[in-house]
Each structure stands twice: as structure tokens, then as C-alpha cells.
């Protein structure tokens, strides 16, 4: 199998920066993209291709990639940032196309 | 507007098969790349399968043999038909459409609960 790291929860105050990562080999290879799911609702997409942001999520939202882990930043962080925050990719070889990551909770104290 | 609404979802016994499906609006269905993925409760997200444009279908191990994806071009809707379920499919099920720019948009979401 293949497998996308995140670390399980992340904390930040109001209007600080939050940085939330997800490793994997094939990273450098294959393109990332991000979702983020509040409670009781449907994922939605806020990052892809590593760092492209889909119309209508806010600029505060960024990503970048370096080797084999790709870095979601929510700059000025609000307290309607706090979510679950789910990477996305594919292993080198295409066996494994559509992966998610555990999952990384943001809680903004 | 791009929408996609699943139904389906309900309380079903050990052993026993229902059909999801996923009513698509604001797009073609049978033109993109379709795909089903499933939350346990707490749980974090996992791919469960994918159509093709072109027909070419694809799953989860687990739920290989047991799952069938498909789409009904007349009626744009993507279905999941689920059979020989066990309690660890319970899980919501969202359908979403696939592109190289991601997952979008996703469906609401319906809960498949297996329990006797």
C-alpha cells in the first residue's frame, strides 16, 4: 500500500500562520491537493497541483512542495479555519492513484 | 451550478446489498472521471472506487469483488451498488467528480449504516 503522512492535529492562535504537511515518497513526482471538511459536512477542495487555489477559497490559503512533502499555509489564521485538513495524491508507479492522507486537525485556540 | 445529490444510504443487515446513487447537475457525468469515497464515523477519508470517461472502472482492495461502480448516461447518475456488506463499510459515502485539478465538487454525503 501506499501511505500519506500528516501529523494528527495542529493548534494556532487567531491571525497566526498555520502549517499542516503530508509526506510521501512520491511526492516529487506526483501532484498533492488539499480538502478541507468541518463537521458534518461534505470535503471541500482548497488546494491542487500542489499550489493552485480553486475560485472562491481565500487567498490566505496556500500550498507549496519540497521533496517528499507538501505544505498546506493558512496565513492570519480564523477561527473558521478550524477543520479536519486532508491531503490527496498517487504513487510513482499509478498503482496507487487516489490516496488520502489521515486527516490533520486544525484547532485555533 | 455544478451539484451532485446521493441518496440511497439507510440501515442494512450483515450480509446484505444495497445502491447508492449520485444525481449530477451542471455537468455530464459519462464525460468525467466519477469516484465514491467513504468516512467511517470519526474516521478519515478513503477512496473507494472510480469510473472513467471512457468506461474503465477501478477499487478499493477493500471493497474489490463486493463493490460495482457505475453511471446511467440518461439519467446523469453515478451509482454504487455495495453487496455482501459488513459492518467496517459502515461509513458515509459521497460521490465526487475527479479531474487532474481535484476532487469537485462532492456530494452531501449518505450514510450506509451495517449492523444487525
Known amino acids: 500500500s501506499y501511505e500519506l503522512t500528516q501529523p494528527p492535529s495542529v493548534s494556532v492562535s487567531p491571525g497566526q500562520t498555520a502549517r499542516i504537511t503530508c509526506s510521501a515518497d512520491a511526492l516529487p513526482k506526483q501532484y498533492a491537493y488539499w480538502y478541507q471538511q468541518k463537521p458534518g459536512q461534505a470535503p471541500v477542495l482548497v488546494i491542487y497541483k500542489d499550489s493552485e487555489r480553486p475560485s472562491g477559497i481565500p487567498e490566505r490559503f496556500s500550498g507549496s512542495s519540497s521533496g517528499t512533502t507538501v505544505t498546506l499555509t493558512i496565513s492570519g489564521v480564523q477561527a473558521e479555519d478550524e477543520a479536519d485538513y486532508y491531503c490527496q495524491s498517487a504513487d510513482s508507479s499509478g498503482t496507487y492513484l487516489w490516496v488520502f492522507g489521515g486527516g490533520t486537525k486544525l484547532t485555533v485556540l | 451550478e455544478v451539484q451532485l445529490v446521493e441518496s440511497g444510504g439507510g440501515l442494512i443487515q450483515p450480509g446484505g446489498s444495497l445502491r447508492l446513487s449520485c444525481a449530477a447537475s451542471?455537468?455530464?457525468?459519462?464525460?468525467?472521471?466519477m469516484s465514491w469515497v467513504r468516512q467511517a464515523p470519526g474516521k478519515g477519508l478513503e477512496w473507494v472506487s472510480v469510473i472513467y470517461s471512457g468506461g474503465s472502472t477501478y477499487y478499493a482492495d477493500s471493497v474489490k469483488g463486493r463493490f460495482t461502480i457505475s453511471r446511467d448516461n440518461s439519467k446523469n447518475t453515478l451509482y454504487l451498488q455495495m453487496n455482501s456488506l459488513r459492518a467496517e463499510d459502515t461509513a458515509v459515502y459521497y460521490c465526487?467528480?475527479?479531474?487532474?485539478?481535484?476532487?469537485?465538487?462532492w456530494g452531501q454525503g449518505t450514510l450506509v449504516t451495517v449492523s444487525s
Open positions: 465526487a467528480r475527479v479531474s487532474r485539478d481535484g476532487y469537485n465538487p
Open positions: 451542471g455537468f455530464t457525468v459519462s464525460s468525467n472521471y
